[in-house]
């Protein structure tokens, strides 16, 4: 066969080159990885990335060098099933869980993966932020039914992880192309206050200073108190609030934190870190769009893996990595989207948005049986 | 497709004539009769009342059921605006006619004559069609390939002949790859000398061609030839079917893009070609792009090369373009274009970096040419086009194509073969393949001109549909070819000589009048058409236009200049972008005239940068960088030196390229959230801020207060009015004002008048709102949705310019595209042949990588024999033709794939490859060979791809078997089974089972290697044998060998061979079968056995009866001399004696005998007297007994009732 293996340098943006690769079936070489590092090579929590799409599909073929600084990567199909993974503890499962959500509805057989470590971190985004904005954009798409789901078993805090999820998702031959161009009006804010090995107080003190902030817009709130024990609560201690706004035409606008990570920086007080929760909230809100900053590029990989035919969305604006994602996409898959910035009319809703245009590939799921 | 709306003529209803007073009188009659329906309702109610409530709903079910079956599951209509030119393969077995067919329905459609046909032509045939035509060669892989991508195949028969195997191969193969429109035309008809014999084979033909394809599929008759072309007539006919025909769309088609190229060229360096002859080529293609969009950098195959990656692709000015303004008449001969560079017609041609002016060139002067006179009186009539044509290939009058009258004599008898014979036909060279069927030869008594009047019929409806125009053009045609005719083929030798010096002097010279008068007029024509196209982005075209008949050395002079100026435009512009820049060139050459074109060069540039700079958002540049730019920047390091390059360190990207992988975006510029200016920012995003005009609650209820204000509440009997002001202000006013003006009285009114009205169109839209729109169905809704995608897709790019929009969505259908490709094969240059179809077939985006597929797949029925596993075989799957080894199965209850050695004879089964993978449900084709095997069908087996997947499988059964060494009551020792403990542990609980059928089971190994314990229901003999049943997973060999066929050198194209089957090495190489010595059959010998005396202890025959005692005296030995007594011998007189006495007692025995007899006489009769006596004394005495009792019971029922009656008078 042709050659036609994509090269690119660095680490970052591992996981979209992986998740294109594969639903692109071209196979993708990765060069100087933290070369000039002291700890040169691919880290635990991309090995174990990697060895998770070993889990998922059928047929990979993956080479890594002895400094771990190259990884060559020919994909396989995507196979799906039932897969368990313990996730490695440096990054949470947020981090695995959005490439398995990228790549689920294509596979062969649904999905139904179970994943252990870390639920919620600083760094990712969170599960509880990917089943409230996540779930329903994919539902968008049409991927629906029964099978979508994403169950919190565990909460595992850093750095001792031991949370445990269970994603199961349907698969489709086919997306549907969207028009997501209105975002309509926030209806109501819905949240999760968790704790987990601390007092159960702490959440609630979260949500009455997020409530204190979110009050001046709309009184449609409801912040749920998520306190885990015992065996649910994981290795370590700690707490974060996820505030998650729903609009009327279905769309949903998330924002997280989460306490410092024990014995880590400085202890937080709840009371802060519900503020600045809210405010983050806020600040997600006036970037607006009809998809939230950490699904943008979900949304452009549904979009660009759609039907041949011509999808919109209408997003905040675009997030360095999404931008990334569309170079990737161009690459992978050759499509080019219309980025067209709008400024909006009205003076009080919120920054200007960025509308996004593309054709879809035409792309069929070829690992689905059909009998 | 997109749906064409066809302007019917009204009908026009007679109002003179027969046939209006035929109706006149018809209606009078229904008057005086009062017969019409509505009478008929009145007169008769109770016929159109409901009778059965049952049978009203089973009709209404009935109609339901079939409005659904109706419906298919509606699709996006993604097809282009400006279709392709359609696809018409033309196919037949040889010499049927194939080439003279197109060359007709060219001239039919152009006015022109190809003399030389090669690959595919292109024309315009109306104003919204063209048409590109294509001959497909007896090739199985051209069939295959042409196959498709054929929108409409014409086959050929020869009625004279009957069906050749090539058209059943072809029919199976559209079959398999989607079943494009097929219309039979039937040939060599002339050849028929009988009527009779004509029609019942006509008949014959259409009835099995039917069977084929479709009941009613067309069937055209070309009767016969006038002058070696076929007649104008039937062509004219045909080819007004091939230009109102509506295709339908094949999934493989619409879903994939694919170009069929009708030009190639050669873009190598010729430096390394010297180097090295044999180096991998640059290759450019062009052709039409159908299909779907296509993308730059995506894979393609050509089937017959390989796998390749696009690596350059740009579009082109339309070569063959429809005509622009759509007026209401036909074409003129200008738009009447034919593009056939294969065959050296093109006219002009214009590249990405040049145009070409085909000049006739070396070949012009090879070319029979008219006189000057002639070409006068062409180039007066003609348009530039049609000059070129004659300059390069067109000639008036060809009698190159001979019919050949000794053809028809070689009719053979029909024969009753089942399937197919081969004959050779000496005068065409070649074997003939006939396909013979044994309903051929029904039904040939039946009188079969009604069909032929039906057919007529057909015929002449068709003609009805055809536009007026058509006709008009149609006349003009016939006209035309009979001046042509007119001239006749006498001069045309004489005039050739002057006509070859005419052309080197023109060509020497440009001074020369005549050549200067022709190249005038073609100048004129070129200026034209050069207005026409508005994409030209040339700059060689400029210069062309400005010098008219330019030497070389002016054009090149001009071309100079013309860079000179360029560049002085570039200085002038430094700022704005190359990009740009270019775009503002071509906007100057579209408007600007000859000269002036350069006047506001510096002006308009700035202003479309400054455009550009305004609305382009920089959000583009910033995500996918220049893109325009990317060939201007690596010029300008090429400019910095060829030993030094600017290497710019990528600070940014370096830091970023190790950065952490994040999806998260985190928030930088920290806005003040407590502020109350920075709230109010957001204030709208949500359901409790300010909503828009349309949409704002109070805004909407108020004005619904207007419509629906007056209500009344039914509780309290309140009143409510809306607007009450005003009725109470016109009452007011009409109560104190007769003086006021009525002017504005008159205004008012009609302003009330207009809310009325508002109002009640609003009420009514909600009302059909509640009411209309209840009623659409699922189906309706996604219908719907489905058309408005479609309207997006069309009109979101509608307005973006090609360049630009070509990087949104690809090259889209309809392009006539250049595409490069690097690395070809140096075969495919150095053996071209134009007649093989070079297709381009773009893959999906998995479909370039290699896995394992499952498919499920029978042997044609027609295919005498079958299908080997691990026997070769060549497929077409997809775009692909390749080899591969097959595996075949079948799927057991429980879903275990089990390998056959075979397949079934008239079943499916499942087959697995190692092959490229294609998506599920694309269906193909196998043949085991491309080369040589001419006899019988051809296409070995047909399927469809069910699974694909990177693992297999499939298992076979594999006995193992093993002998018991010692047995134990129910347990025994088995050996020779397997090697190693290891081995047996691994099977250990594993079911066994012996010859005779005793069930067991492995227990555990046995300190022997490979020996175990096993326990068994029974106890085993010695001589048992053990067997293991186990299943042994079989791989699939990893064989894919792409079918290289257009790389043979030219004339071995249909001789590919790939690997060979191991029966077709054997009978190469002369080897025989290897035997196995057990497996041969010998006389078989049976021993005799010998069978030990049976034994029974002493015990137990004591205790045994003695009937089963054995018998323990000795047998009566020989007695022994001294005890045996001696014979007695009698003497004469007592022998004489005993013979008397036996004598006399046979009589006495006799006599006894006798008597015997005939007292068993006596005695029966005696028997039967007394039986019958018997007989009689029981009916009597029955009689009598019934008489008794009769008067018994007459007598107890009489005192019955007398003692009733006595009770009763008792009491």
């Not at chain 1, 809703?349 to 996004?356: C, F, Q």
């Not at chain 2, 099977?987 to 096993?1014: D, N």
């Not at chain 2, 068994?1016 to 064989?1039: A, I, K, N, T, Y």
Request: proline content about 5%; charged content about 30%.
């Amino acid at each position: 066969m042709a050659s036609n293996i994509l090269s690119y340098e660095g680490c970052n943006f591992l996981r979209q080159r992986l998740i294109l690769a594969i639903l692109s079936g071209r196979p993708v070489k990765i060069r100087q990885i933290r070369s000039r590092d002291d700890n040169p090579g691919l880290r635990e929590f991309e090995a174990s990335l990697i060895r998770l799409l070993d889990k998922v599909t059928n047929g990979t073929r993956i080479e890594i060098n002895e400094t771990g600084t190259t990884l060559y990567f020919q994909p396989g199909l995507l196979y799906g099933g039932q897969v368990e993974h313990d996730c490695c503890p440096e990054r949470s499962i947020g981090y695995y869980l959005e490439v398995l959500i990228a790549l689920a509805p294509f596979m062969k057989n649904s999905l139904k993966a179970t994943l252990k470590g870390v639920t919620n971190d600083q760094q990712d985004p969170s599960v509880d932020a990917l089943k409230a904005t996540s779930i329903p954009l994919m539902k968008m798409f049409g991927i629906d039914g029964e099978g979508l789901d994403l169950k919190i078993i565990k909460r595992g805090m850093p750095p001792g992880g031991g949370g445990e999820v269970i994603f199961t998702s349907p698969v489709r031959r086919s997306l549907k192309p969207v028009q997501f161009t209105d975002p309509g009006k926030i209806k109501r804010i819905r949240g999760v206050a968790y704790s987990v090995r601390v007092s159960p107080q702490i959440a609630n003190r979260m949500v009455d200073s997020a409530r204190s902030i979110l009050n001046k817009f709309i009184p449609d709130i409801y912040i749920y108190t998520d306190h885990m024990k015992g065996a649910n609560s994981g290795k370590s201690p700690g707490f974060g609030l996820t505030l998650v706004a729903e609009m009327t035409n279905g769309s949903f606008l998330s924002s997280e934190m989460a306490s410092n990570p024990q014995g880590q920086g400085s202890p937080i007080l709840p009371e802060d870190l519900g503020k600045n929760c809210a405010k983050i909230l806020l600040e997600e809100i006036y970037r607006g769009g009809c998809v939230d900053s950490i699904n943008q590029s979900l949304a452009l990989l549904y979009m660009t893996l759609g039907q041949q035919d011509v999808s919109k969305v209408l997003l905040g604006p675009l997030s360095p990595y999404s931008i990334e994602f569309l170079r990737h996409l161009r690459n992978f898959f050759q499509v080019m989207f219309k980025i067209e910035t709008q400024q909006p009319e009205e003076e009080r809703k919120g920054g200007e948005k960025v509308l996004m245009t593309c054709v879809g590939t035409g792309f069929t799921n070829l690992s689905k049986t059909i009998k | 497709m997109k749906e064409e709306k066809q302007q019917h003529k009204t009908h026009q209803k007679k109002h003179s004539g027969p046939k209006a007073e035929r109706k006149k009188r018809k209606r009078q009659q229904e008057q005086q009769a009062g017969t019409n329906e509505e009478d008929g309702r009145k007169r008769n109610p109770k016929a159109f009342t409901v009778h059965s409530a049952v049978r009203m709903a089973r009709t209404f079910h009935r109609t339901q059921d079939l409005k659904t079956k109706k419906h298919h599951a509606p699709i996006v209509d993604r097809s282009p605006q400006e279709p392709p030119p359609f696809l018409v393969v033309v196919v037949g077995p040889p010499r049927v006619g194939k080439s003279t067919l197109i060359r007709c329905l060219i001239k039919n459609f152009t006015k022109q004559k190809l003399t030389e046909i090669n690959g595919p032509v292109t024309i315009v045939s109306g104003k919204k069609r063209r048409l590109t035509f294509i001959e497909c060669g007896n090739d199985i892989s051209t069939m295959i390939d042409l196959g498709k991508v054929a929108d409409l195949v014409l086959m050929l028969i020869d009625a004279s002949f009957g069906f050749e195997m090539e058209t059943f191969e072809f029919l199976n193969i559209c079959q398999v790859h989607g079943f494009p429109k097929i219309m039979g035309v039937l040939t060599h008809l002339d050849s028929f000398k009988n009527n009779k014999q004509l029609r019942k084979t006509k008949k014959r033909l259409k009835h099995r061609f039917w069977t084929e394809v479709y009941q009613g599929a067309k069937l055209f008759y070309l009767s016969g030839m006038v002058h070696g072309e076929y007649q104008n007539q039937e062509i004219r006919n045909l080819g007004r079917f091939i230009s109102v025909m509506k295709f339908r769309p094949l999934v493989w088609q619409t879903s994939h893009p694919y170009v069929l190229a009708d030009r190639m060229e050669e873009l190598t360096d010729p430096e390394a070609v010297r180097l090295n002859v044999k180096c991998d080529r640059k290759i450019s293609l062009y052709g039409y792009l159908r299909g779907a969009h296509l993308k730059n950098k995506s894979q393609i195959h050509i089937p017959g090369v390989g796998d390749f990656t696009v690596s350059d692709l740009s579009f082109l000015p339309d070569p063959c373009p429809l005509p622009e303004e759509q007026k209401k008449r036909a074409l003129n001969e200008k738009e009447r274009l034919l593009y056939a560079p294969m065959s050296g017609v093109g006219g002009l041609v214009y590249d990405k970096d040049a145009v070409y002016i085909d000049l006739g060139g070396s070949h012009a002067q090879e070319e029979p040419r008219p006189s000057a006179e002639l070409v006068q009186s062409l180039i007066s009539t003609h348009s530039t086009i049609d000059a070129k044509m004659a300059v390069s290939k067109v000639s008036l009058f060809s009698g190159s194509v001979a019919l050949q009258s000794d053809e028809l004599q070689d009719e053979e008898p029909c024969q009753e073969n089942p399937k197919e014979e081969t004959i050779w036909d000496p005068e065409k060279g070649r074997v003939r393949r006939r396909a013979m069927f044994a309903d051929d030869n029904q039904e040939e008594d039946e009188d079969d001109s009604e069909e032929e009047s039906d057919d007529d019929d057909e015929e002449n409806e068709d003609e009805d549909d055809m536009s007026e125009e058509e006709y008009e053009v149609d006349k003009d045609n016939d006209k035309e070819v009979s001046d042509a005719e007119d001239c006749g083929p006498l001069k045309r030798r004489k005039l050739k000589q002057d006509v070859e010096i005419d052309e080197a002097l023109a060509f020497a010279d440009s001074n020369d009048e005549l050549e200067k008068s022709e190249q005038e007029s073609s100048d004129d024509d070129d200026d034209s058409i050069l207005g026409k196209e508005d994409v030209c982005k040339n700059k060689r075209q400029i210069a062309v236009r400005d010098s008219g008949h330019c030497t070389d050395e002016e054009l090149q002079i001009s071309d100079e200049e013309h860079n000179n100026l360029m560049k002085q435009a570039k200085v002038s512009i430094t700022k704005s972008e190359s990009s740009e820049n270019k775009d503002d060139e071509e906007m100057c050459f579209e408007t600007a005239g000859a000269l002036h074109w350069k006047e506001g060069l510096a002006k308009k540039a700035a202003e479309a940068f400054f455009r550009q700079q305004q609305t382009a958002p920089n959000l583009r540049k910033l995500v996918y960088g220049k893109v325009m730019d990317d060939e201007e920047e690596k010029a300008e390091e090429e400019e910095l030196g060829g030993l030094f390059h600017v290497s710019r360190p990528k600070a940014q990207m370096r830091c970023r390229a190790n950065g952490i992988d994040c999806s998260r975006y985190p928030v930088d510029i920290e806005r003040d959230w407590d502020c109350e200016e920075v709230l109010d920012s957001i204030r709208d995003c949500f359901v409790t801020g300010n909503w828009d005009k349309n949409e704002d609650a109070a805004k909407l209820l108020q004005e619904d207060d207007e419509l629906y204000g007056d209500f009344e509440d039914l509780e309290t009997g309140e009143v409510y009015q809306g607007d009450t002001d005003k009725d109470k202000d016109q009452s007011d006013q009409e109560d104190t004002g007769g003086d006021e003006d009525e002017k504005e009285e008159e205004e008012k009114e009609k302003a009330e008048k207009n809310e009325r009205l508002d109002k009640k169109k609003r009420l009514k839209e909600k009302f059909d709102l509640e009411y209309d729109e209840g009623e659409s169905t699922y189906f309706d809704d996604l219908k719907g949705e489905m058309q408005r995608q479609a309207q997006l897709n069309r009109t979101e790019f509608e307005n973006v310019d090609d360049e630009t929009r070509v990087q949104y969505e690809g090259f889209r259908p309809g392009m006539y595209v250049r595409i490069e490709i690097e690395s070809v094969p140096c075969e495919f240059i150095s053996n071209f042949d134009p007649n093989y179809p070079i297709i381009l077939g773009g893959l999906g985006n998995q479909e370039g990588s290699i896995g394992y597929l499952q498919m499920r797949v029978k042997k044609h029925r027609w295919y005498q024999r079958i299908l080997k596993t691990r026997d070769p075989l060549i497929l077409s799957l997809g775009w692909r033709r390749f080899q591969t080894i097959p595996l075949y199965y079948v799927e057991d209850h429980n879903g275990r794939q089990r390998l056959l050695k075979y397949t079934p004879q008239h079943m499916h089964c499942g087959a697995a490859i190692w092959g490229p993978i294609t998506p599920q449900g694309t269906g193909f084709l196998a043949i085991q060979s491309l080369a040589g095997g001419k006899a019988g069908f051809r296409i070995a087996a047909t399927g469809v791809v069910l699974d694909l997947n990177k693992s297999v499988t499939i298992v076979k059964k594999l006995k193992l078997i093993g002998f018991p060494y010692k047995i134990y009551k129910n347990t025994a020792f088995v050996k020779g089974m397997f090697n190693s403990i290891l081995e047996v542990a691994k099977f250990e609980g594993a079911i066994l089972r012996t010859v005779s059928g005793i069930r067991g089971q492995i227990k555990k190994a046995l300190h022997t290697p490979g020996a175990f314990r096993a326990s068994f229901e029974d106890r085993l003999l010695m001589s048992d044998v053990v067997f293991l049943r186990s299943w042994f997973p079989v791989s699939v060999p990893q064989f894919y060998n792409p079918v290289t066929s257009l790389l043979q050198p030219v004339g071995g194209k249909d001789k590919w061979t790939g690997m060979r089957t191991v029966g077709q090495l054997r009978h190469d190489l002369q080897v025989n079968l290897p035997h196995n010595k057990d497996s041969l059959y010998k006389p078989i010998i049976r021993k005799m056995r010998h069978f030990n005396p049976l034994h029974i202890p002493k015990d137990l025959q004591r205790m045994l009866p003695f009937k089963s005692k054995p018998k323990l005296q000795e047998k009566k030995g020989n007695v022994p001399k001294n005890l045996q007594r001696p014979a007695v011998i009698k003497e004469p007189h007592e022998r004489k004696i005993a013979s008397l006495l036996v004598a006399l007692s046979t009589v006495h025995n006799y006599k006894k005998k006798a008597a015997k007899a005939k007292h068993h006489d006596q005695r029966k009769g005696f028997f039967r007297q007394k039986q019958g006596e018997e007989a009689d004394k029981m009916k009597r005495q029955k009689e009598a007994r019934k008489k008794i009792y009769k008067i018994i019971g007459q007598k107890e029922k009489k005192r019955q009732k007398s003692s009733l009656k006595g009770s009763g008078h008792k009491e």
